[in-house]
Structure formats: structure tokens, C-alpha cells
């Protein structure tokens, strides 16, 4: 049976940083190890052309982590760039491609996996993705097996994969056998097992061009590119990856919107995500800043296991962070960042305003519900009359909380219909029923480009209910769920057909697609504002001005003195 209650763009930080979409989408700086090589200066913020221009250079060059970072920004800065989408996601899987090449994880798991059982997951994938993925026409066999081919040739000219994987074999071999694969991939698929006998084919042709070792790594290779070439979220996941709880897990500071990198034997600040709870809580933190400590340990000499190391060990539910600022001359200062941050915060009455309040949802988690419901009382009880919610920079979370906070502000109507094959997610209605226990405040919801997924269902379904006027720029356009597949093949089962192991991994899978209120496919489109504005001081200015408007006329109550919004 499969369950919706996942976190729709959770792709495992060791397949897909979006954030992600961490950041999946936003054009934050990745990991550590992939976040920019220097601590850049404060700047006047690039152009889009600027940065077409760099990411046009990173492509180039086959830096495709950089290219990646830069078609992500570019994206964020006009949503109208021809291609970009496209050149977006291609850049995205030619950076996961390289990640698991040189992930240790998965070069384990390709050295312990048998040619046989390589081959008994292969078939795995072709015989149970065509029946759950969200669109069957994208997911047939013939289809899967181009992408997995192409992904093959992308891998076989790659040093990085050599040295991991081939048995040093000569230039020319190697550009005989992809050559060759092109006839392969046009070879004809029907199903499974046929896909099954042309890949042992491929194989043996393999053994006697490149002399692998292992032979799985080119079954693996085939495996992992049939499922990224699906759709941006779909990926193939080794077994460590499939367990989110898993030990092995690097922990950063990316939830709280802190990014980190290494330098020259220092660590520094790579970037902070705009509109995280850090951004507007530990204001005193800025990118470039270098990190003398962690939870009291020294980076004298960091590296990521001594990061990660450190970041095990918080004290009362924070993290200390020691910092020398970015200035000349600066003293060290300390910063505690919590360990599980607020999804719903920067609460406050509006400086132009008093009767209008502002909260920001920076993410969507079970809590967020009930912390939006004692941010509205708070707020009422300071004196709001009405309501700006800014949803600028929130790159989702979970569908499920998306959808029951949407239900805490809308009395009745539909919230979001999902599409795809299996009968869990197939034109299944979300609708709120709540009534009068909904908050009746009014509202006037911010977005732009980085608004993604759950942030999407939920603007979505205040938008098109006439539940509140959306401010700002289009939205992302994440609306997919996603469903962590388990695979089998390679595990013993118990008497009940349980697995007693993990050694198989797994398929992150996109199994339904999201369609708004009123109809309209929020994939690859997103949600268009009722105001279009591009400047995010405007935005505040335009989202406060609506929002009075939409005060209750009658007398207001005599209140003390109260703060106002940071």
C-alpha cells in the first residue's frame, strides 16, 4: 500500500540537494563539499544574463555542480529564460551522476552487488516503476531503457567513474564501446525480461571492450539512469540512502538554512537561505563569516567527518557556533542556533500597519499547524485584524501539513486533487471541511520563484477558493509527491514476506502529480500571483496595503503597546 503522508520534495540529501530542491530549487549553495570554493564578498546581486553566462561556463567546462548552483539562481531570476528549466535538470543529473561515482556508499554497495543480483534489481525496477509512477507513457520500458543506456555513455566518459569502476582501459576502447551504444539504445524493448536478456548481452559485450570490475557497475549505471530519467525527483537510492534514520546520514545545518564549506583548512559560512529561520533570527551570521567551533569543538583543522562529528553533539536543544565575523579586526562572538527550528516564525505586528500581522512559514512539517494556529492568537491578541503570510523562499516539506494548514484558514472547498496511477494517489480529492473552527482573519499570502511544492498546494488553494490574493512572483512549479519504493531483490524475506535486510536500496518515485483547485496542473507551471511584483521590498509594501484593506470596518479594541515584526 502506498502512503502520501511523505515529504513531497524530500529527495535524499545524497541523491538531490533542492532543495531542495535543500535546496532543490531555491539557487542556494549546496553541501559543504559542493557549495562555492570561496566565501565570496558582499555584491551588488548578477544579472540573469550574468548568470547564464556562468552557468553556460560550468557547462562547458563540465563543472556540473557549479552549473547546476547557477541555472538554479538563473531560474529564480526569470522564470522566462528559454531552456532553462530543461538545461536546469540535465545539469542536476550530470551532478547526482558524479556525487554517486564518488560517494564511497555506493561504491561499496556496487563491489558487494553480484552481476546476478545487479540484474535481478534491473528487472525489479523495469517490472514495478511503469505501475506506480505518475505517468505511465513516461515510464515504459522502451523509455526506461534509453535513459538508462544514455546515462551509461554520460558515466563511461567520465574519469571519475574509470576510476572507480573500469580496469584502466584504453581511450579507444572506450570510445569503440560507446559508440556501439548507440546502436543498443535503439535496440527494441517490450518489457522486463526482455529488457533483462539485452542488458546481459550488453554485459558480456562490456567484459570483452572494457573489463570492468565489477560487471554490476554497468547494470547499476543502467539502473540509476532509467530512474533519473523519469522526471527531476525520481531517483534511484543505494541502501544507506533509503534509510533516512540511517547512521551514515551527514548532519549539516542546511534545515536551518545554513550552509557551510572548507577552505584552505578553515570553515566559513557559504551562504545563508533567504527567508530561513536563521536569516531572520541570527542576523549577527553572514556568509563569509569563518566558524572557529562547533558545539565546542574546534575547526582548526575541519573536515566533514569532524563537522558532522561535532553537529552530533548539541547542548539543550542548540547548536553553538563559534564565529569571527567577516570584518577586519573582529572578535569572536557566539551564536545558538536550534537544533529543530520553528516552521512558523518572524511574528509581528507591521511597522505600516498595526493592524495588520506578518509570519513567515518557512517550511511545512507536522507542527506547522498548530504553530501557525498559536501564531494567529498571538497575533490577534497584539491587535492584528488581518494577515500577511509569507510563503517567499518555502520549498515545501510535508504534502499532508501543507494541506492541513491550508485547512486551519479555509472554512470549506477543495485543496488540492492528485493524479497518478495506483488507487491511493488516482484523482483523489483533498477538501477541508473545518467550518467555523477555520480562522476567519483576513489574509493576503507572499510567493516567488522559490515557493515550491507543499508551499504550492497550500497558495494554490487560498488563491483559487478567493481565500486570500497572492503577492509576488509565479511559483516554482514542484507538483509531484514522491514515494520511497523499497526493492527486494536482493534481500531474504521472512515467512510473511517481509524483508529481514536492507541490501537492496530503493526508488525515490514520483507517484501523483498535483492539480489545483480550479483545475490547473501545478507541475512545471506553479501558481501565478494576482499582483506581479518583482522587488521583495514592494512586495511587503503591496501584501500590507492589500491586507488593510481587507480590515473589518468597526471599532478597534484599546490595546497596549506591543512590538512590531523585525
Known amino acids: 500500500m502506498i502512503r502520501v503522508s511523505i515529504n513531497a520534495p524530500a529527495i535524499h540529501r545524497r541523491a538531490v540537494q533542492f532543495a531542495g530542491i535543500a535546496l532543490l530549487v531555491a539557487g542556494a549553495p549546496l553541501h559543504a563539499q559542493d557549495a562555492a570554493s570561496a566565501p565570496a564578498p558582499k555584491s551588488v546581486k548578477p544579472t540573469a544574463a550574468q548568470v547564464r553566462a556562468t552557468a553556460e561556463a560550468a557547462e562547458k567546462a563540465g563543472d556540473w555542480e557549479a552549473a547546476f548552483t547557477a541555472y538554479c539562481h538563473l531560474f529564480v531570476l526569470d522564470r522566462t529564460a528559454s531552456g532553462v528549466r530543461d538545461k536546469l535538470n540535465f545539469a542536476l543529473r550530470r551532478s547526482q551522476q558524479l556525487r554517486r561515482h564518488r560517494d564511497p556508499q555506493f561504491q561499496q554497495y556496487v563491489n558487494t552487488t553480484s552481476i546476478a543480483g545487479a540484474l535481478d534489481l534491473f528487472e525489479e525496477v523495469f517490472t514495478r516503476v511503469p505501475v506506480l509512477f505518475a505517468d505511465r507513457d513516461r515510464a515504459r520500458p522502451q523509455l526506461l531503457w534509453e535513459s538508462g543506456i544514455g546515462e551509461l555513455e554520460r558515466a563511461l566518459a567520465n574519469p571519475v567513474f574509470h576510476q572507480a569502476f573500469l580496469d584502466n582501459p584504453s581511450s579507444e576502447k572506450i570510445e569503440?564501446?560507446?559508440?556501439?551504444?548507440?546502436?543498443?539504445?535503439?535496440?527494441?524493448?517490450?518489457?522486463?525480461?526482455?529488457?533483462?536478456?539485452?542488458?546481459?548481452?550488453?554485459?558480456?559485450?562490456?567484459?570483452?571492450?572494457?573489463?570492468?570490475?565489477?560487471?554490476?557497475?554497468?547494470?547499476?549505471?543502467?539502473?540509476?539512469?532509467?530512474?533519473?530519467?523519469?522526471?527531476?525527483?525520481?531517483?534511484?537510492?543505494?541502501?544507506?540512502?533509503?534509510?533516512?534514520?540511517?547512521?551514515?546520514?551527514?548532519?549539516?545545518?542546511?534545515?536551518?538554512?545554513?550552509?557551510?564549506?572548507?577552505?584552505?583548512?578553515?570553515?566559513?559560512?557559504?551562504?545563508?537561505?533567504?527567508?530561513?529561520?536563521?536569516?531572520?533570527?541570527?542576523?549577527?551570521?553572514?556568509?563569509?563569516?569563518?566558524?572557529?567551533?562547533?558545539?565546542?569543538?574546534?575547526?582548526?583543522?575541519?573536515?566533514?567527518?569532524?563537522?558532522?562529528?561535532?553537529?552530533?553533539?548539541?547542548?539543550?536543544?542548540?547548536?553553538?557556533?563559534?564565529?569571527?565575523?567577516?570584518?577586519?579586526?573582529?572578535?569572536?562572538?557566539?551564536?545558538?542556533?536550534?537544533?529543530?527550528?520553528?516552521?512558523?516564525?518572524?511574528?509581528?505586528?507591521?511597522?505600516?500597519?498595526?493592524?495588520?500581522?506578518?509570519?513567515?512559514?518557512?517550511?511545512?512539517?507536522?507542527?506547522?499547524?498548530?504553530?501557525?494556529?498559536?501564531?494567529?492568537?498571538?497575533?490577534?491578541?497584539?491587535?492584528?485584524?488581518?494577515?500577511?503570510?509569507?510563503?517567499?523562499?518555502?520549498?515545501?516539506?510535508?504534502?499532508?501539513?501543507?494541506?492541513?494548514?491550508?485547512?486551519?484558514?479555509?472554512?470549506?472547498?477543495?485543496?488540492?486533487?492528485?493524479?497518478?496511477?495506483?488507487?491511493e494517489v488516482d484523482n483523489v480529492p483533498y477538501t477541508s471541511d473545518s467550518g467555523m473552527t477555520a480562522h476567519e482573519i483576513p489574509l493576503v499570502v507572499l510567493v516567488d520563484a522559490e515557493t515550491a511544492s507543499a508551499a504550492e498546494v497550500f497558495a494554490a488553494a487560498m488563491k483559487d477558493n478567493n481565500r486570500a490574493p497572492l503577492i509576488g512572483m509565479p511559483t516554482f512549479g514542484k507538483g509531484t509527491i514522491q514515494y520511497s519504493m523499497r526493492l527486494l531483490s536482493l534481500d531474504e524475506l521472512d515467512e510473511f514476506g517481509k524483508p529481514k535486510s536492507n541490501k537492496s536500496g530503493g526508488v525515490r518515485l514520483t507517484i501523483a502529480r498535483l492539480i489545483a483547485p480550479r483545475g490547473g496542473p501545478i507541475n512545471g507551471v506553479g501558481i501565478s500571483p494576482d499582483v506581479v511584483e518583482a522587488d521583495p521590498t514592494r512586495q511587503i509594501e503591496l501584501a500590507v496595503i492589500r491586507a488593510g484593506e481587507l480590515v473589518p470596518m468597526g471599532p478597534r479594541p484599546m490595546l497596549p503597546s506591543v512590538p512590531v515584526m523585525p
Request: hydrophobic fraction near 45%; glycine fraction near 10%; include cysteine.
Open 176 to 423: 569503440s564501446f560507446c559508440r556501439g551504444l548507440r546502436f543498443w539504445m535503439r535496440e527494441s524493448i517490450a518489457d522486463a525480461r526482455s529488457a533483462r536478456v539485452m542488458l546481459r548481452k550488453l554485459v558480456s559485450t562490456a567484459r570483452e571492450s572494457l573489463g570492468t570490475r565489477p560487471l554490476s557497475a554497468i547494470v547499476l549505471e543502467v539502473v540509476c539512469g532509467s530512474c533519473g530519467g523519469l522526471d527531476e525527483y525520481t531517483v534511484f537510492l543505494n541502501p544507506a540512502q533509503l534509510n533516512p534514520d540511517s547512521l551514515s546520514a551527514v548532519p549539516d545545518l542546511s534545515a536551518q538554512g545554513i550552509y557551510l564549506n572548507i577552505l584552505e583548512g578553515k570553515l566559513f559560512v557559504a551562504g545563508i537561505a533567504a527567508g530561513s529561520w536563521t536569516a531572520h533570527h541570527a542576523i549577527q551570521l553572514h556568509k563569509g563569516d569563518q566558524i572557529v567551533s562547533v558545539n565546542g569543538r574546534s575547526m582548526a583543522a575541519p573536515t566533514m567527518a569532524v563537522v558532522a562529528e561535532a553537529l552530533r553533539h548539541p547542548a539543550e536543544g542548540f547548536h553553538m557556533l563559534e564565529v569571527v565575523p567577516d570584518e577586519p579586526e573582529s572578535l569572536s562572538i557566539f551564536i545558538h542556533i536550534p537544533v529543530t527550528t520553528p516552521t512558523v516564525f518572524a511574528e509581528g505586528l507591521t511597522p505600516q500597519n498595526r493592524t495588520v500581522g506578518y509570519a513567515r512559514i518557512g517550511g511545512f512539517s507536522a507542527a506547522t499547524p498548530r504553530e501557525l494556529d498559536e501564531a494567529i492568537a498571538r497575533l490577534k491578541g497584539a491587535g492584528a485584524r488581518a494577515l500577511v503570510l509569507d510563503l517567499r523562499g518555502n520549498v515545501g516539506g510535508s504534502f499532508l501539513a501543507g494541506v492541513d494548514t491550508a485547512k486551519r484558514l479555509l472554512p470549506a472547498g477543495l485543496i488540492v486533487t492528485t493524479q497518478g496511477q495506483s488507487a
